[in-house]
């Protein structure tokens, strides 16, 4: 498969105009229109991989780990299973003590990461030691790389099928990771019964309509993040925040923004900025804000009037309307639920980084001293 730019600048900026392609690949997979309604999705699994499940653990570096996050608060919240995520270099040094009945998971886009192949060994080997069934290692890799090593040393695998991604900050494979786990957690509410049939049919049709959404917001944000990225020319450093499902996404956008255009960036939480990062915050410092409308919404919100009080430039990554009005700056995002959310929000986090590194002429495809896969410890 030989990788071409098109009439893209950057390979990054190609496929993150790819994710459309992606979702309407995964739904067209995965949501096939003949599902049987109790099976409310499609996933090559038996019934074996869900029985008896208790709990989850999933490993993971870099964005995977984000994916990971925005995973676990999908089993949690929506499925209704208790689910921890690891950094894979701490996990291997530092375990938590053994509890039957898990599921551990490793999120890994090019399934050659050797922190994270190397705690999955580690958690097998234990589990087999422990010698009990209910210890029995259960693992599932989650990978854009069928045929790489994650493959050959894990049962179960679900392939995220996005294609090759060249750039080495991850896009695509991204979205593709966490729809990886709108699927689990499909499967999983569904089987345990956690959420109403009225409940899951709503997310269905919402991952359904996803590749039109991204589509717009892809074609809208690429021209609305080039005007902003004009603005940072000579920012040094920048706070992300978000809440509950948003905050991984909060993470990411800080995680894109030091990879490519060498700016310090954090991303918070955002009602911990009180206790820390705030004093950071004066009129040079931005902060990114993903307000998206749902639990945490007026919470978020008046995070983001805390720092407009020091000074800071708020950009917003929220829909517009009246609530909103107190950003200096809006990528706008359609009101959708809560649960969908990350999906869309991370499009003008990935090109507000796009366009900030590309207007400062860096080399936004192969970022000094990082590799695509890290195959060392
Ligand atoms: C490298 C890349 C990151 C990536 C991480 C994990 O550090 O620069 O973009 O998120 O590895 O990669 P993986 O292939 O395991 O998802």
Redesign the pocket.
Known sequence: QVADKRHFRHFMLKEIHEQPETAELWVARHLPPDLSSDDPVALPFDHSFYADLERIQIL?????RHAALVGAYLLEQFAGIPTSVFYASEFRYAPPPLAPHTLTIG???????AD?LAALAMDAQRRQAHGEPAFAPRQLGVTNRPESSLTRQVPYILDIGAGIEVG???TK?FLGQLLAFYGLALAFAARRSHRSVTEIANLKDELRALPHQLHSLVELHDQRCEVLANRFADTQDVIFLGRGINYPIALEGALKLK?ISYIHAEGYPAGEMKHGPIALLDARVPVVSIAMPGVVFEKVLSNAQEAKARDAKLIGVAPECPDTALFDALLPVPEVSEWISPLLTLVPIQLLSYHIAAHRGLDVDQPRN?????TVE
């Open positions: 993971a570096c870099g964005t995977s999120v890994t886009q090019s399934g050659e990461t994270t080495v900050a991850a494979t990879e990082l590799a695509k896969s890290v």
